[in-house]
């Protein structure tokens, strides 16, 4: 587990450092990190979110920058999952997307992981 949580780290770490904002950008061996327009979601209790997906151009990570609707940002790496896209830093935040419908999943002071958010939906729009 620790092992699992140290790798999850340092590619956010990685990917942290590489980004900074940043559209596109190289480093010295040649790899680039492409990072997506913004995304827009939102919650039946209209709550807002915006995600910019992203990965390296060999293959080898993908990742989404997530803001919450109380400003908190997140770069979560994509992690296995059977079902979907799910991206998380195994600490705070599940990302997980599935045929359209986005569901967040956030760690709560017991531990356990919790669904705050209703079902996010894409919209047109900005925040």
């Known amino acids: 587990m620790f092992r699992k949580n140290r790798s999850i780290m340092a ?19 040649g790899l680039t990190v492409d990072i997506g327009q913004p995304v827009h979601y ?4 209209g709550d807002t ?3 910019r997906y992203g ?3 060999d293959g080898s990570l ?19 999952s059977a079902s979907g896209v799910r ?12 045929q359209g ?6 760690r709560g002071s017991a531990g356990s992981w919790q669904q705050n958010y209703p079902e996010l939906r894409k919209f047109s729009g900005t925040n």
């Open 55 to 57: 990965s390296l151009s």
């Open 11 to 29: 590619a956010i770490l990685f990917i942290s450092l590489i980004i900074g904002g940043c559209t596109h950008h190289a480093n010295r061996t």
């Open 101 to 106: 419908k986005v569901l967040v999943q956030t």
């Open 42 to 45: 939102t919650s039946g209790d």
């Open 62 to 80: 993908h990742f989404v920058k997530v803001k919450m609707p109380d400003g908190r940002e997140y770069t979560l790496p994509q992690v296995v």
């Open 87 to 98: 991206y998380t830093d195994e600490q705070e935040v599940v990302w997980w997307t599935h």
């Open 49 to 51: 979110f915006t995600a």
